[in-house]
Structures are given as C-alpha cells and as structure tokens.
C-alpha cells in the first residue's frame, strides 16, 4: 500500500513557494480551450489530460486533430513527443528504487514523469528515506495531474473569453517558469554548461534549420557540457 504519510507530503508540496502548481495551470488552461476549440467535449478533454499529462503532447495532438491526421498518425506524434521524458526518469527512479516496495509502485509512478513534478522530486529526495521516495513521489505526481485536470476544466469552461494572444501568452508561461527553475538549479559546470549553451546555440542553429534548431541546440550544448563537465571531474 501507498504510505499515507509519505503521499500527503509530496501531495503538499506544491503549496510551497517555488511550486510549479501556477504555470501549470495557467498552461493547462489554455490547453482546456484550445481542445474546446478543436471539437472536444468536457469528457474528452479530461480525459485527455489524465492520458497524455504533458502540454507539447497536448498541443501536437490538437494541431493534428486540425491539420485532419490520422489516429494511427497522432498516437505516434504523440508518443515521440513524449519520449523526451526518457532522460527525466533514468536520472529519477535510481533515486527511488528499493527492494521493499512493490514493482506495481514504479510502474504506476511512471505516469507522473514531468518536468514539473521531476524537479519537485530533485529538490526534496534527500530529505525522504529512500524507501518512502516512491509514496512521495506518487504524491507530487498526483497533486500536479490534479491541478493539470482541474486547469483543463476551467479552461474548456472560459473558452470563450480567452482570445489568441492570452492563449499563447498562458502557454509559454511554464517554459519561461522550467527555464528560471534550470537557471536556479546551475549548481555543476555540466548544468551551467548545457543551459548556457543551449541558450546560444538554438537562436543560431534556427538560422540554418528552424525545424531542428531547438534539437541540434540540445544535443550539442548538452553533449559539449558532459565532455567538457567529465574532463574537468577527472
């Protein structure tokens, strides 16, 4: 069973002051409005919420619903999308993984993987015992798909009164709050590094190819950071 006490913390943990729980939800209303306005019902984009708990996922999937693709189409869109959490959760479940809890916890914990609830957990994992990361964990997951559902319902529900540009202005929210979040977390030459480098890198790569400047940008200033970063450790 889930440890009540250990749930209850991480589900508190977005009431702190450098919670994610605000631009989230600001994002998540405009996710709640623009399914509105691809068709969706109150049902459907609940559950849409509650399946693909990301905003790039949720955002491809409503362009595709625009632009006429197939299901097959946008399930695959979808899961590639979502496939840049990978790295999020190998650095994240070594810290959680122990012979005690049952393996169903890690499976179910794996739907929580998101930036927010991750850097919830890198910043307060130390203070649990590992054995109880996993309840914790479960918690801040739960409280951030809460707030994601509960912003999407107010979103479908205002829809009406949000036009273009406060759409995208409450969407870009949670970028611009995860960047401030990597900038307050530059505490190794490798962080430092790869967000320095990112930063400068994708402007320029967009020059030679908008659509893969924000990749190359990545791959590029993150691997010169881990090179540079492990030449200077050893």
């Known amino acids: 069973m889930i440890k009540k006490e250990f749930f ?4 508190k943990s977005i009431l702190k002051a450098d919670s994610p729980a605000i631009a989230l939800a600001c994002c998540f209303v405009a996710i709640g409005a623009l399914l509105k306005n691809v068709g ?6 609940v559950l849409s919420t509650l399946l693909i708990y990301a905003l790039p996922g949720s955002l491809v999937m409503a362009e595709s619903i625009l632009i006429g ?15 840049r959490l990978y790295p999020m959760a190998v650095s994240l479940f070594p810290l959680m993984m122990d012979d005690s809890q049952p393996k169903w916890k890690y499976y179910l914990s794996c739907h929580f993987i998101a930036v ?3 850097l919830i957990m890198k ?14 964990w479960i918690g801040i997951g739960s409280a951030t798909l809460s707030v994601s559902v509960l912003a999407t319902i107010l979103g479908f529900y205002i829809a009406d009164y949000l036009n273009k540009d406060m759409l995208m202005g409450l969407a870009i929210l949670n970028p611009i709050y ?3 979040m990597m900038v307050g977390a530059m505490k190794t030459l490798q962080i430092t590094l790869s967000v320095t480098l990112g930063a400068i890198l994708g402007p320029i790569f967009y020059f030679f190819s908008p659509e893969w400047s924000i990749i190359l940008g990545g791959v590029v200033g993150g691997s010169v950071a881990y090179l540079i970063g492990e030449k200077n450790v050893n």
């Not at 209850?8 to 589900?11: T, V």
């Not at 910043?123 to 649990?128: A, G, K, L, Q, R």
């Open 178 to 180: 995860f960047t401030c």
């Open 40 to 45: 969706f019902n109150i049902q459907e984009s």
């Open 69 to 83: 693709a197939s299901l097959i189409s946008i399930f695959f869109a979808v899961w590639f999308v979502n496939a």
């Open 8 to 11: 209850l913390k991480g589900y």
């Open 116 to 118: 927010s609830a991750w």
């Open 123 to 136: 910043s307060n994992y130390e203070t649990i015992e590992k054995k109880d990361r996993v309840d914790f």
